[in-house]
C-alpha cells in the first residue's frame, strides 16, 4: 500500500501536472482518475495549477470571428456589425456546467478541442429568450398563474398562426417554436484572453446536511460541513457574443405561399425598419447584466458588466 501511495504521488507530481499539457479539457475529463485524487488528498493543489490558457489560444476570438464572416457568405447577418461582436467583462465569477458528473464532483465547461472555458450559445439563447418572454408576458398583462404557464405553450409548443400577437409573432420567428426553426443563431462565446492573463480562480461551497441531500436523513447540526472546492472563470475576463440574423431564410418565408401572411409583416419589418436589432441587444445586456448565465446565479454567479 505504501508503495501504491508512493506511485500515484510520483505519477501526480511529474505527469498529471496541468502544466504539463495544452488542452485543459483533457487534463480534467480524461486524465483525472478518482483514486489519484483521494490517495494524494491534494485536490485544491491541483486545481489551483489551472490558471494560465496557453499561449497558443490567446486571442481565440479571432477564430470566432472566422467563423462569422464564414456565415455571412451564406446569408447569416452580424447583428452587432459596427461593433463586430458584443463584449461584456465578467462582474462577478463564471461556473457553466457545474453540475455534470465528474470524478471532483463539480466539473467546468470547456471546449473539447482547445481546452478553452466558453459559454454555450444554448445556454445564451435560453436566458435571452426568457427576456423576451418575460416582456411579453408583462407587454401582454399576464399576472395570474394560469396566464403565466399557458404562455409557454403558446410560445414554444404551437406553430406560427395567423391568431397570435405582432408581439409573439416577433418572438416565434425570432427563436422558433417546436415545428420551426428561429431566424438568430447564436455562437458559443469565449474570452477575449491577453499573454499571461490568469483567467481561473478556485471558490468553494460547504454543504451543512449531506445526509439530507444525498441518503434523504434528516437535516441535522451533528454533520460535519463538506467544503468542496471547484473551479471558476475569474471575475474581469472579458467574453465576446456574437448573435446572427438569417436572412438569406427570411426572403424565402416572404415567397412561400403558405407562410401566414401576419407572420410575413412582421418579416418585412424585421428586414426594413430593424429595429430589432436594438431589442435583441438590448435582450442580451439585460440577460446577462441582471440575470446572469450558467450555474449559481441567483447566488450572484455569472454576471457581466
Known amino acids: 500500500m ?3 501511495k508512493e506511485l500515484i504521488d510520483y505519477l501526480y507530481r511529474n505527469s498529471l501536472r496541468p502544466s504539463n499539457y495544452e488542452n485543459i479539457f483533457l487534463v480534467l475529463m480524461k486524465l483525472i ?3 489519484i485524487i483521494e490517495q494524494t488528498k491534494n485536490k485544491k493543489d491541483f486545481l489551483q495549477t489551472f490558471n494560465k490558457i496557453p499561449k497558443v489560444l490567446v486571442n481565440f476570438c479571432q477564430r470566432v470571428n ?3 464572416q464564414s456565415l455571412e457568405k451564406y446569408g447569416y447577418k452580424n447583428l452587432f456589425e459596427m461593433e463586430g461582436c458584443l463584449k461584456l467583462k465578467t462582474a462577478s465569477r463564471l461556473i457553466v456546467g457545474l453540475g455534470s458528473g465528474h470524478v471532483l464532483e463539480t466539473s467546468l465547461t470547456l471546449h473539447h478541442i482547445f481546452g478553452i472555458p466558453y459559454i454555450p450559445a444554448s445556454a445564451l439563447k435560453g436566458v435571452v429568450r426568457m427576456v423576451s418572454f418575460w416582456e411579453i408576458a408583462e407587454k401582454e398583462n399576464k399576472k395570474t398563474d394560469e396566464d403565466i404557464e399557458n404562455l409557454p ?3 414554444y409548443d404551437s406553430e406560427i398562426s395567423s391568431s397570435d400577437s405582432k ?3 416577433k418572438h416565434k420567428l425570432l427563436f422558433g417554436t417546436q415545428g420551426f426553426k428561429g431566424l438568430l443563431v447564436f455562437l458559443d462565446a469565449f474570452p477575449e484572453i491577453q499573454d499571461n492573463q490568469d483567467i481561473f480562480e478556485l471558490d468553494v461551497m460547504t454543504p451543512h446536511y449531506s445526509n439530507y441531500y444525498t441518503k434523504e436523513g434528516p437535516p441535522g447540526d451533528w454533520e460535519n460541513p463538506t467544503p468542496i472546492t471547484f473551479l471558476t472563470v475569474k471575475k474581469g475576463v472579458t467574453f ?3 448573435v446572427l440574423f438569417d436572412e438569406y431564410r427570411t426572403k424565402f418565408l416572404l415567397n412561400d405561399k403558405d407562410f401566414p401572411q401576419e407572420a410575413k409583416n412582421v418579416l418585412n419589418e424585421l428586414l426594413q425598419n430593424q429595429n430589432f436589432k436594438k431589442d ?3 435582450w442580451l445586456n439585460k440577460a446577462l447584466k441582471e440575470f446572469g448565465v450558467g450555474a449559481k446565479t441567483r447566488l450572484g454567479y455569472g454576471i457581466f458588466k
Open 33 to 35: 482518475k478518482k483514486d
Open 240 to 242: 465576446c457574443f456574437y
Open 2 to 4: 505504501k508503495k501504491y
Open 66 to 68: 472566422k467563423q462569422r
Open 153 to 155: 405553450k403558446q410560445l
Open 167 to 169: 408581439d409573439i409573432l
Open 280 to 282: 435583441v441587444k438590448r
